[in-house]
């Protein structure tokens, strides 16, 4: 089967958008890329700062409502949708709800060949990075370091706290074969 899918998951300030562009360069074919930053900016200003769609607190933590989860599911079958009609897709997505987070992408998917990727990263240096950006609340990328991958089932793994993300991008490419 060809893997028309790859999902990376990982906290904030991981490191995953910085592989998904290494990504795009380095596959022979073109690669879609959607994030779960871009779907958050996608929805409306109400919704951003809201219990019924996403709340981001001072501490880091993020909390999602009903609304969120609505919209969430019709971002996700649209992505699947997209693969099922010839594109290849990555996605760069935070499994805020770890293993539940990857089985809404499972249930979506139904019988696509993805490759799920985690990305790891130490969590005092994806704070070090969450406070260059300078677009995060401090806090997030502490709170998410490790909760995104509880119970979540990877083919490959990689970590972005020493590494570059060419070289994690490689290893990516190298299992897709």
């Known amino acids: 089967m060809t893997t ?35 779907f958050v900016d996608a929805m409306p200003a109400r919704l951003q700062a809201a ?12 909390s999602v409502g009903a609304e969120f989860r609505v919209l969430e599911k019709a971002w996700t079958e649209g992505i699947v949708a997209m693969a099922r009609a010839g594109a290849r897709v990555i996605v760069d997505d935070v499994f805020l709800g770890g293993a539940a987070s990857q089985q ?8 696509l060949d993805v490759l799920w990727v985690g990305v790891r990263c ?10 260059a950006r300078g677009d995060r609340a401090r806090g997030m990328a502490a709170s998410q370091a490790v909760v995104v991958h509880e119970g979540v089932v990877y083919d490959v793994e990689v970590d972005t706290t020493y590494t570059e993300s060419l070289v994690c991008a490689e290893a990516v490419a190298a299992r897709l074969g």
């Open 4 to 38: 028309q899918m790859i999902i990376l998951n990982g906290g904030s300030s991981s490191g995953k958008s910085g592989i998904v562009r290494c990504l795009q360069d380095l596959l022979p074919d073109p690669w879609l890329a959607f994030g779960c930053d871009s």
């Open 51 to 62: 219990d019924e769609g996403i709340t981001f607190a001072a501490d880091g933590t993020v």
């Open 104 to 111: 809404r992408w499972q249930k979506a998917l139904g019988g």
């Open 122 to 131: 130490e969590s005092a240096v994806a704070a070090g990075r969450e406070v």
